[in-house]
């Protein structure tokens, strides 16, 4: 196992570090302390070809640019919160809004956009970073001091652990994940329509057309939105104008389980997401549309990467009736998810 860290900028009179995590069948890992970021994740196809499967950039400057969350930890909030308020102990926090009338991953300054303390962690099968971030009282809106800890571990089962706690000290609302764009054929092809795509998640969240749930619960049978047997994600895609981005409820029960699998065809790899969230929003690259030039000078188009956020559901915190997300003084908010690697 290894681990190397390196200064490679300044912001904000602060250094901006990459962490390089490798294990010992080769699978590498970078890490970033802004935005608590994946910026890479090389791992080896059916034949041992390591290649790296997320988009995002390879200067640190550029993730300040355009960036629609590549790689990023998002928070407070992953996903959208209506009209970026709530109420709650009969008080109304009104938040950021970065997306029309809506908050979004967090608002104008998320987790994403924010430095965080960084150091190496490891034992004797796992290397890895610890982030800690303080978000400050009002923040974004939101009450309370929120301390936040992200630890992501690399280990010799070619897992990857990203492991979430949280304390406050007035109720507020979190509600953290990890938002990478996936394409497990690497540089091989420009889109994910063929990937084989498997979600335990029999239930979703019906949205309005700006993506708020409408608190409805329905049945994925029968809909382009039934992947508990697996298909590739092109099969059904047209189906739906705007693509995919919806907010699965997984069948699991808040212990750690399966959410979903992801086979590449061609490459052999595949990915496997195991979490403790209830939900997972998954989202097929709709709005990369080939004007932000990723790593290598590669153009980001339309469905070339897919994203699996695992999370609890979108406007939680104005839909009583879903899973809360309410944390409290003396509460700890936990939250794990694995992706596993492997080909077949
Ligand atoms: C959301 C998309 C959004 C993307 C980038 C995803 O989590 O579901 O609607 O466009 O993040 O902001």
Partial sequence: MKLEERTVAEYHGRPVKFFDLENGHGLRVRLMNYGATLISLHIPDRTGRLEDITLGFDSFEDYLGNNPYFGATVGRYANRIGGARFVLGGQEYLLARNEGPNHLHGGLKGFDKVMWEAGPVSDSRSVGVRFNYLSPDGDEGY??????????????????????????????????????????????????????????????????????????????????????????????????????????????????????????????????????????????????????????????????????????????????????????????????????????
Avoid: W
Wanted: hydrophobic share 35%; aromatic share 10%; net charge negative.
């Fill in 143 to 344: 009450p309370g001091n929120l301390d936040c800890q992200v630890t992501y571990l690399l280990n010799e089962n070619d897992e990857l652990h990203l492991a979430y706690l949280a304390t406050t000290d007035r109720p507020t609302h979190v509600n953290l994940s990890h938002h990478s764009y996936f394409n497990l054929a690497g540089s091989r092809k420009d889109n994910i329509l063929e990937h084989e795509l498997q979600i335990m998640a029999s239930r979703f969240t019906p949205a309005d057309e700006r993506l708020i749930p409408t608190g409805e619960i329905k049945e994925v049978a029968g809909t382009p939105l039934d992947f508990l047997k697996p298909r590739s994600i092109g099969q059904r895609l047209k189906e739906l104008p705007a693509g995919y981005d919806h907010n699965f409820i997984l069948d699991s029960r808040g212990e750690l389980a399966l959410a979903a699998r992801v086979v590449e065809p061609e490459s052999g790899r595949v990915m496997e997401l195991y979490t403790t969230e209830p939900g997972l929003q998954f989202y097929s690259g709709n709005f990369l549309d080939g004007t932000i030039r990723g790593k290598g000078g590669r153009p980001y188009g339309r469905h070339s990467a897919f994203c699996l956020e695992p999370q609890h559901f979108p406007d939680s915190p104005n839909k009583p009736q879903f899973p809360s997300t309410v944390l409290k003084p003396g509460e700890i908010y936990k939250s794990l998810t694995v992706f596993k690697f492997l080909t077949v």
